[in-house]
């Protein structure tokens, strides 16, 4: 079964772009959780998505965005890019609504000039 | 407030020695625990889980303890090996609430030949 999968792997855009990742989670998991993870703060949760429904959002300005298509596949936006935007993002994938055992893919490395 | 504290934050051993991890939480409610080890510019892979009634549970050279009544865990690693170079993340899963897994920041392992 193949793993979680993320889209870009690295990008690299300057301060006011805005930017698309793709996550594609394990066949027949139907729950997505995005992360943030940067050296000083490390894993910081993003959003949760559970059939194409946003379930929890964490403390992130309105400029971090998601979505989750009918195919459980899921994309995160980050608009009007800053510096301290600049980390690794990760998606989880997990079968359920309450399912604990968390899959996570590789990571989109976001580097903001 | 729920905190998961790891130390130390950063780690160097030698190639064969053995060493352990810290883990400190105040999560509540508890649901379980996991380490987990991500290399370099990669995802999070699970090492362990630990529930609330168990005390020790082995993966090849990784050893992860619990004591809930002191909310500490450990991940012990023994003959260490170059691979083991990475970041151990220490994750408390909550039973409820909005922000279900709490991150730990990690200790970084070196192992030098």
Sequence with gaps: KAGVTQTPRYLIKTRGQQVTLS?????????????????GQ?????FEYFSETQR????????FSG?????????????????????????ASYQGQNSYEQYFGPGTRLTVT | KNQVE????????????NCTLQCNYTVSPFSN?????????????SLTIMTFSENTKSNG???????????????????SQLSDSASYICVVFRNTGFQKLVFGTGTRLLVSP
């Design chain 2, 61 to 79: 050279r990784y050893t992860a303890t619990l004591d809930a009544d002191t909310k500490q865990s450990s991940l012990h690693i023994t003959a």
């Design chain 1, 42 to 46: 490390g894993l910081q949760f993003l």
């Design chain 2, 33 to 45: 625990l996991r380490w987990y080890k991500q290399d370099t510019g990669r995802g999070p892979v």
């Design chain 1, 23 to 39: 996550c594609s989670p394990i066949s027949g998991h139907r729950s997505v959780s995005w992360y943030q993870q940067t050296p």
């Design chain 2, 6 to 17: 790891q130390s130390p934050q950063s780690l160097i051993i030698l190639e064969g020695k």
């Design chain 1, 56 to 63: 929890n959002k964490g403390n992130f300005p309105g400029r």
């Design chain 1, 67 to 91: 979505r989750q298509f009918s195919n459980s596949r899921s994309e995160m936006n980050v608009s009007t890019l800053e510096l301290g935007d600049s980390a690794l993002y990760l998606c």
